[in-house]
Protein backbone atom coordinates (compact mmCIF):
# COMPACT_ATOMS: atom_id res chain seq x y z
CA UNK A 1 0.00 0.00 0.00
CA UNK A 2 3.02 2.41 0.66
CA UNK A 3 4.53 1.61 -2.39
CA UNK A 4 1.33 1.86 -4.11
CA UNK A 5 0.69 5.33 -2.70
CA UNK A 6 4.61 6.73 -3.10
CA UNK A 7 3.74 5.40 -7.20
CA UNK A 8 0.60 7.96 -6.98
CA UNK A 9 2.17 10.69 -6.09
CA UNK A 10 5.75 10.54 -7.56
CA UNK A 11 7.04 12.83 -10.10
CA UNK A 12 9.53 10.58 -11.29
CA UNK A 13 8.72 6.56 -11.90
CA UNK A 14 10.94 3.99 -12.80
CA UNK A 15 9.76 1.90 -15.71
CA UNK A 16 10.71 -1.74 -16.07
CA UNK A 17 9.86 -4.04 -18.65
CA UNK A 18 10.39 -7.84 -17.98
CA UNK A 19 10.08 -11.03 -20.29
CA UNK A 20 8.85 -13.96 -18.73
CA UNK A 21 8.67 -17.24 -21.00
CA UNK A 22 5.89 -19.78 -18.92
CA UNK A 23 3.50 -21.79 -20.60
CA UNK A 24 1.09 -21.82 -17.88
CA UNK A 25 0.48 -17.91 -17.76
CA UNK A 26 -2.82 -17.78 -19.07
CA UNK A 27 -2.99 -15.29 -21.76
CA UNK A 28 0.35 -17.17 -23.25
CA UNK A 29 -1.54 -20.16 -23.02
CA UNK A 30 -4.60 -18.29 -25.34
CA UNK A 31 -2.28 -16.71 -27.47
CA UNK A 32 -0.70 -19.99 -28.18
CA UNK A 33 -4.36 -21.54 -28.91
CA UNK A 34 -4.94 -18.60 -30.95
CA UNK A 35 -1.60 -18.54 -33.02
CA UNK A 36 -1.76 -14.94 -32.65
CA UNK A 37 -0.29 -11.99 -30.56
CA UNK A 38 -2.34 -10.30 -27.73
CA UNK A 39 -1.89 -6.59 -26.16
CA UNK A 40 -2.88 -5.41 -22.90
CA UNK A 41 -5.02 -2.48 -23.06
CA UNK A 42 -5.61 -1.51 -19.46
CA UNK A 43 -5.07 -3.38 -16.43
CA UNK A 44 -7.25 -2.51 -12.58
CA UNK A 45 -6.81 -4.10 -9.08
CA UNK A 46 -9.36 -5.13 -7.37
CA UNK A 47 -9.66 -4.97 -3.64
CA UNK A 48 -9.67 -8.45 -3.55
CA UNK A 49 -6.14 -8.83 -5.41
CA UNK A 50 -7.59 -9.77 -8.64
CA UNK A 51 -6.51 -7.67 -11.58
CA UNK A 52 -9.35 -7.02 -14.26
CA UNK A 53 -6.90 -6.94 -17.80
CA UNK A 54 -8.37 -5.64 -20.67
CA UNK A 55 -7.19 -7.31 -24.18
CA UNK A 56 -6.86 -6.60 -27.47
CA UNK A 57 -7.11 -9.41 -30.02
CA UNK A 58 -6.66 -9.52 -33.66
CA UNK A 59 -9.97 -11.69 -33.62
CA UNK A 60 -12.20 -12.55 -30.87
CA UNK A 61 -13.49 -16.23 -31.32
CA UNK A 62 -15.01 -19.05 -28.76
CA UNK A 63 -11.58 -20.95 -28.75
CA UNK A 64 -9.72 -17.86 -26.88
CA UNK A 65 -12.58 -17.47 -24.68
CA UNK A 66 -13.16 -20.72 -23.62
CA UNK A 67 -9.26 -21.75 -23.59
CA UNK A 68 -9.13 -18.47 -21.28
CA UNK A 69 -12.37 -19.15 -19.86
CA UNK A 70 -11.07 -22.94 -18.61
CA UNK A 71 -7.79 -21.38 -17.12
CA UNK A 72 -7.44 -22.06 -13.29
CA UNK A 73 -5.96 -18.34 -12.85
CA UNK A 74 -8.76 -16.96 -14.51
CA UNK A 75 -11.79 -16.26 -12.80
CA UNK A 76 -13.92 -14.52 -15.56
CA UNK A 77 -14.13 -13.44 -19.26
CA UNK A 78 -16.31 -11.73 -21.49
CA UNK A 79 -16.32 -9.80 -24.81
CA UNK A 80 -16.70 -6.19 -23.66
CA UNK A 81 -16.09 -4.92 -27.50
CA UNK A 82 -16.78 -6.94 -31.00
CA UNK A 83 -18.13 -5.83 -34.68
CA UNK A 84 -16.23 -3.73 -36.39
CA UNK A 85 -13.70 -2.31 -34.03
CA UNK A 86 -10.09 -4.28 -32.61
CA UNK A 87 -12.06 -7.03 -30.42
CA UNK A 88 -11.83 -6.12 -26.96
CA UNK A 89 -11.92 -8.84 -23.70
CA UNK A 90 -12.50 -8.57 -20.47
CA UNK A 91 -10.46 -11.16 -18.47
CA UNK A 92 -10.58 -11.23 -14.14
CA UNK A 93 -6.93 -12.66 -13.11
CA UNK A 94 -6.48 -13.84 -9.94
CA UNK A 95 -4.00 -16.55 -9.96
CA UNK A 96 -0.41 -16.45 -10.32
CA UNK A 97 0.75 -14.26 -13.29
CA UNK A 98 2.99 -11.76 -13.73
CA UNK A 99 0.49 -8.77 -13.51
CA UNK A 100 -1.09 -9.85 -10.67
CA UNK A 101 2.37 -10.51 -8.97
CA UNK A 102 3.72 -7.47 -9.87
CA UNK A 103 0.48 -4.89 -8.78
CA UNK A 104 0.72 -7.01 -5.72
CA UNK A 105 4.23 -5.66 -4.88
CA UNK A 106 2.76 -2.10 -5.82
CA UNK A 107 3.14 -1.35 -8.97
CA UNK A 108 1.38 -0.18 -12.07
CA UNK A 109 1.01 -2.44 -15.19
CA UNK A 110 1.02 0.24 -18.22
CA UNK A 111 1.47 -2.09 -20.87
CA UNK A 112 1.91 -6.17 -21.62
CA UNK A 113 1.92 -7.98 -25.37
CA UNK A 114 1.69 -11.81 -25.01
CA UNK A 115 2.89 -14.52 -27.89
CA UNK A 116 2.71 -18.24 -28.05
CA UNK A 117 6.28 -18.16 -26.35
CA UNK A 118 6.07 -15.44 -23.62
CA UNK A 119 4.98 -12.37 -22.11
CA UNK A 120 6.32 -9.37 -22.09
CA UNK A 121 5.02 -6.43 -19.26
CA UNK A 122 6.00 -2.51 -18.56
CA UNK A 123 5.25 -1.39 -14.71
CA UNK A 124 5.83 1.70 -13.31
CA UNK A 125 7.48 1.58 -10.03
CA UNK A 126 8.08 4.20 -7.39
CA UNK A 127 11.78 5.97 -8.51
CA UNK A 128 12.90 5.37 -5.17
CA UNK A 129 11.37 1.62 -4.85
CA UNK A 130 13.84 -2.03 -5.22
CA UNK A 131 13.72 -2.53 -9.06
CA UNK A 132 15.68 -5.78 -7.93
CA UNK A 133 13.29 -6.89 -5.36
CA UNK A 134 10.28 -6.17 -7.91
CA UNK A 135 11.96 -8.66 -10.07
CA UNK A 136 12.94 -10.88 -7.73
CA UNK A 137 9.37 -10.88 -6.67
CA UNK A 138 7.96 -11.86 -10.03
CA UNK A 139 11.05 -14.51 -10.25
CA UNK A 140 10.27 -16.14 -7.70
CA UNK A 141 7.13 -17.36 -9.03
CA UNK A 142 8.23 -17.64 -12.36
CA UNK A 143 11.97 -18.86 -13.73
CA UNK A 144 12.56 -18.00 -17.00
CA UNK A 145 12.41 -13.87 -16.64
CA UNK A 146 14.44 -11.43 -18.07
CA UNK A 147 14.91 -7.44 -17.46
CA UNK A 148 14.55 -6.21 -20.83
CA UNK A 149 14.87 -2.13 -19.82
CA UNK A 150 14.65 -0.07 -16.99
CA UNK A 151 14.27 3.74 -17.53
CA UNK A 152 13.62 6.46 -14.93
CA UNK A 153 11.12 9.20 -16.25
CA UNK A 154 9.43 12.05 -15.54
CA UNK A 155 5.55 12.23 -15.37
CA UNK A 156 4.08 15.12 -17.17
CA UNK A 157 1.16 16.32 -15.30
CA UNK A 158 -1.77 16.05 -16.85
CA UNK A 159 -3.95 19.46 -17.15
CA UNK A 160 -8.05 19.09 -16.38
CA UNK A 161 -8.88 20.00 -20.22
CA UNK A 162 -6.59 17.20 -21.80
CA UNK A 163 -7.91 15.03 -19.23
CA UNK A 164 -11.92 15.91 -20.20
CA UNK A 165 -10.53 15.35 -23.61
CA UNK A 166 -9.22 11.94 -23.12
CA UNK A 167 -12.29 11.38 -21.22
CA UNK A 168 -14.48 12.43 -23.49
CA UNK A 169 -12.70 10.42 -26.48
CA UNK A 170 -12.31 6.95 -24.14
CA UNK A 171 -16.15 6.47 -23.40
CA UNK A 172 -18.99 6.00 -25.29
CA UNK A 173 -22.24 7.52 -24.86
CA UNK A 174 -23.46 5.72 -22.92
CA UNK A 175 -20.69 5.18 -20.56
CA UNK A 176 -20.67 9.41 -20.25
CA UNK A 177 -24.46 9.04 -19.22
CA UNK A 178 -23.65 6.24 -16.29
CA UNK A 179 -21.20 8.63 -15.17
CA UNK A 180 -23.07 11.77 -15.35
CA UNK A 181 -26.17 9.89 -13.42
CA UNK A 182 -23.70 8.37 -11.25
CA UNK A 183 -22.20 12.05 -10.44
Known sequence: AIQQ????????????TISVQDAAIPFVVAAEAADEQFSLD????????????????AETTEDV??????????????AVQEGNEVPLLQVSVAGETPITTLAGWGATITDATYTPQSAEVVADLPAGGDVRD?????GGKFEDIDVLAKETRTREPETMEAFRSDLTEALTDKQRTVLRTAH
Do not use: K, M, P
Request: proline share 0%; glycine share 4%; net charge negative.
Open 134 to 138: AVETV
Open 5 to 16: EDLLFADTVTEL
Open 42 to 57: GAIVRDDGTVVCYLRT
Open 65 to 78: VSTLDDHDSVSSVR
